[in-house]
Each structure stands twice: as structure tokens, then as C-alpha cells.
């Protein structure tokens, strides 16, 4: 089984995924969907910025959209006046895909310094009756950058030029220092939630051995499996939902544009986001769907008898089952991943003990022929409920993942982030944020589901076997069936376990 990683454009594919590049490469793009979030960014007015005559012919619209316009001009629509503030769907599109042009705290740096000479905030005596209207505007912008991409403000250099806009500002009006000063509260806890997260994750990872094929060796008495942890299918899917939600809340909206900023390296070398976080969150991410996927042949091919074995496989089958119910499909499609390697689909005998139906109706509903056109009807389904629920269980989408970066993967390579004419291709913007926008709002579910740290603790921890580790266990359980098999079950036994 190939791991999910993002060394792009490898990202996603997997053998258990029963050729998913080949639709990709068959299929071209995969379909997107139309997000009804608040990020939705579609039908911006024509709401022009007034303060240049010429600025108006730099900005390019097609049917009341803005579709293309020089950065210089974007970055000049950004930035409110005492008459004009730009739409918030404009504010979360330009800000998320601007990191491909220029880095956060030069785009901060520019925005300061075109509101200081619009507004003569470097005069000796200042316009206060303009300031005071002026003055919650840029507040407003700053606000909402620091709420939706705190990560850019782990660079020292936003949080000066954050204070040195509100110390210009401040004197017309004392109420602007204790707007600052929340303003930096809320911003401190986010880094602080968000760091910790990020922290706890190492921890987690670290204190996962590698060498973990030993433990088919181990006495059944000291053996830990998952039913003796959580025998409960629905309460396995609960904690499983726990686990995604809190790692999709630590995603920032930029780490799915950095994935790509090297793609305009050439063309902008300052963009390389050196002294960043890049993409951390989101790879760790996908490695938890990897983690799980492991986890779930683990437990399938560690009992010794085949009866047990078909338990689990069983109790795998209707996790997942109740994971598609909760609107949970990473999970649903981690646990199907796993139950389809090779090293546990090749257990015929065991499979024989197993009542497949529930299984098979799984697989179909996540069966990537036609660009997995059943998954993303599951998937609108899923998303319309959330619009309409009364309660945080009915708001649970957890995309799959791996097909959420694949899409806009495919979305960065097929369109040019600049025309000929030097335009930024604002049009492709505005689908990529509609993407990431949809996935915002799904991440910021609380989960209702009260958490049990023992089982959570043991999907986090519990160990798993190697892909050859997973073969091995495999064939202990049910002997080899032709000579390749045995040949590669006696180096396995030699090299893992010292026998000959």
C-alpha cells in the first residue's frame, strides 16, 4: 500500500483506492462543489473602490464578477476608506491566495502604508472627524484577518505593523487601544490553542515505536486490541469523529495555498515562505488517515483465530457504517482503505466467516468511478443537512480529505494563477476559496459527542504493523496459496523474526 503524503502531485492516490490516478488522469479535473457557506464567493457586486478614477480599468468583471486585475489593484480594492469597506467574501479570497504573489507581512506592510498616505496618518495634526469614521473600518479588516488567518500573525513583523496602524489611529479616538488590546487577546489564545495542538501531535507521533511487527510475538495475555478497548461501533465512530474534528480545527485556510507556493518560487523567489509554518497541519492530517488505515488491518490481522479475525473485520464494518451516518467520510474511508489492502483482502477463510452486505454497500458509496460521483452526492447531502441543522450532530461533514487536496490540487494546476497580461486570474481564486471557504465552515463544528480519552488515547497509540509487518501477520494467519507467497513469507520470517 503507497502512503497518502504531499510530495505533490503524487498526493492522494493509494493501491487500496482501486485506481484512483487513473480517474484522475481519465477524467481531467474532478467536479467541484457549490458552496452556500458564508465564504461563498460568488456574485460580488460590481462595488468599485472610489478613491481612483484609473482604478477602475484595472479591475476586470464579466457578469458582476470580478474575474482578473493587477495585484496592485487587488490589493488596492482591499483596503477601506471612510466610504467604502470591500465585501468579506472579497477580503477571505484575496487573502488566501494573495500568499501565492506576496508574503503576509508585505501585503500588511503595503496595506499600512497606502491607508497612512490616503488618509494622512504621518501628519503633525490629524483629520479627526475623518479618522474616527476611517478608524473601525481598518479595524474591522485587521480583525478579520487575525480571526481567519491567525497563523500569519506567528510573524513578529504583522504584529508591528498591526501596532504601529492603530498607535496612527488611536489618538483621535482612546477606544481604538482597548479594541487593539482584545483584539491581541483573541489573537494570543488562538496561537496558544493552535500551538499546543501542534505540540501535542509531535508528542503523539513520537511516542509511536517503529518497530512494531514484535508484537504478533507477544503472549495473547498482553496483547491489546481494539474490542477490548471499545466493542460499541457507534462509540468508536463518536471518538473517531472527536479525533478529526479537533486535528481539521488546527488546518489553516493557507496551508492548502502554501502546498503550492512553490509553483510561483520562479516567478516571485521572495514567496517561499521560509521562516513559516507551512503546511504542518495538513500533512499531519493525512498522516492520521494513514495512521488509522494501518490501524484497521492491524487489528485484522493480529488474532490468531479466525473467528476473532472476523469479528473485527465485522465491528470495522459497522464503525464504518455508523461513521457515514454522522457525515464523518475520512474515517468511513480510512476504515475501507484499510479493510482493503492486500494483506487482509487476501484472508479468504476469514472473509468466508464474514457477512459482507453492509460491506459492499460501503465500498459502492465510496467507489471512485466516476470521479466518485457517489461519495460526492453523499457529500452534498451531507452539506445541505449541515445548512439546515438545529444541532451540532446534524452540522458533521468530514470530507475526505485526500480527495479535498486532490481537487484543488487539480484546481492550482489546470488554471494559470496569471494571464498574459499579467493579471492575477482572480476567477480561479474565487473557486479555490469557494473549496477551502466550504471546508472553514465544516471545521469549525464543535463536537457533540462527549470524548472518551481511554479509546481515544488507544487510537492515537496503539501499535501498528509495518505494510510487511501487516504480510507477515497475514500469513501466520492463513498460509501462503502459491510460491510467490512463500517465498516472500520465509524473507519476511527471516528479516522480521530471525527464523529461517
Known amino acids: 500500500m503507497m502512503e497518502v503524503s504531499l510530495n505533490l502531485p503524487r498526493l492522494g492516490p493509494f493501491e487500496v483506492l482501486k485506481g484512483i490516478l487513473l480517474v484522475f488522469s481519465q477524467e481531467g479535473m474532478p467536479q467541484t462543489l457549490t458552496s452556500t457557506s458564508m465564504f461563498n464567493t ?20 464579466q457578469d458582476g464578477n470580478l474575474i482578473s486585475a493587477s495585484l496592485e489593484a487587488l490589493i488596492q480594492h482591499l483596503i477601506p476608506t471612510v466610504d467604502y469597506y470591500p465585501e468579506k467574501a472579497y477580503i477571505f479570497t484575496f487573502l488566501l491566495s494573495s500568499r501565492l504573489f506576496i508574503e503576509p507581512h508585505e501585503l500588511l506592510s503595503k496595506v499600512c502604508h497606502m491607508c497612512i498616505e490616503q488618509q494622512s496618518l504621518d501628519e503633525p495634526v490629524l483629520d479627526k472627524a ?34 504601529d496602524m492603530i498607535h496612527r489611529i488611536a489618538p483621535c479616538d482612546e477606544s481604538y487601544w482597548k479594541t487593539m488590546n482584545q483584539l491581541l487577546q483573541t489573537l494570543d489564545q488562538k496561537l496558544t490553542t493552535l500551538n499546543q495542538g501542534e505540540e501535542n501531535i509531535v508528542k503523539l507521533n513520537a511516542s509511536v515505536s517503529d518497530k512494531l511487527v514484535i508484537i504478533k510475538t507477544k503472549p495473547p495475555s498482553i496483547q491489546r486490541d481494539v474490542l477490548s478497548i471499545c466493542n460499541d461501533p457507534y462509540t468508536l465512530a463518536q471518538q473517531l469523529t472527536h479525533i478529526e474534528l479537533e486535528r481539521l480545527s488546527f488546518i489553516g485556510p493557507e496551508e492548502f495555498v502554501q502546498a503550492f507556493v512553490h509553483k510561483d518560487s520562479l516567478e516571485n523567489p521572495k514567496s517561499c515562505f521560509s521562516d513559516q509554518k507551512k503546511t504542518d497541519n495538513l500533512e499531519a492530517y493525512v498522516k492520521w488517515f494513514n495512521r488509522l488505515c494501518y490501524l484497521v488491518a492491524t487489528e485484522i490481522c493480529m488474532p490468531a483465530k479466525k473467528k476473532h479475525r472476523a469479528q473485527v473485520i465485522e465491528f470495522f464494518i459497522d464503525v464504518a457504517r455508523e461513521c457515514f451516518n454522522i457525515g464523518n467520510f475520512n474515517s468511513l474511508m480510512a476504515i475501507i482503505s484499510g479493510m482493503n489492502m492486500s494483506a487482509v483482502s487476501r ?14 454497500i460501503l465500498e459502492h458509496q465510496m467507489d471512485p468511478t466516476g470521479n466518485f460521483y ?53 476567477e480561479k481564486f474565487l473557486e479555490l476559496a469557494k473549496q477551502v471557504g466550504e471546508f472553514m ?51 519476511l520470517r527471516s528479516t522480521l523474526l530471525g527464523k529461517t
Request: charged share 25%.
Open 374 to 426: 457517489n461519495y460526492r452526492t453523499a457529500l452534498r447531502g451531507a452539506a445541505h443537512r449541515s445548512l439546515t441543522a438545529h444541532s451540532n450532530r446534524e452540522k458533521i461533514v468530514i470530507p475526505f480529505f485526500s480527495l479535498l487536496i486532490k481537487d484543488i490540487y487539480f484546481l492550482n494546476e489546470g488554471c494559470a494563477n496569471r494571464l498574459p497580461n499579467g493579471h492575477v486570474n482572480f
Open 130 to 163: 475623518r479618522i474616527k469614521k476611517f478608524g473601525p473600518k481598518i479595524m474591522q479588516l485587521l480583525t478579520e484577518w487575525t480571526e481567519t488567518f491567525p497563523s500569519d500573525f506567528r510573524d513578529d513583523r504583522m504584529i508591528a505593523h498591526l501596532k
Open 441 to 491: 465552515m465544516w471545521k469549525q463544528v464543535t463536537c457533540p459527542f462527549e470524548d472518551d480519552q481511554n479509546i481515544i488515547h488507544y487510537l492515537h497509540t496503539a501499535p501498528v504493523f509495518s505494510e510487511d509487518g501487516l504480510y507477515l501477520a497475514s500469513y501466520e494467519s492463513e498460509s501462503p496459496e502459491n510460491q510467490l507467497e512463500k517465498d516472500r513469507w520465509k524473507t
Open 347 to 360: 484472508l479468504k477463510k476469514t472473509w468466508g466467516k464474514v457477512k459482507t452486505a453492509k460491506f459492499y
Open 42 to 61: 460568488s456574485g460580488f457586486s460590481h462595488q468599485l473602490h472610489p478613491t481612483k478614477e484609473n482604478e477602475h480599468e484595472r479591475l476586470i468583471f
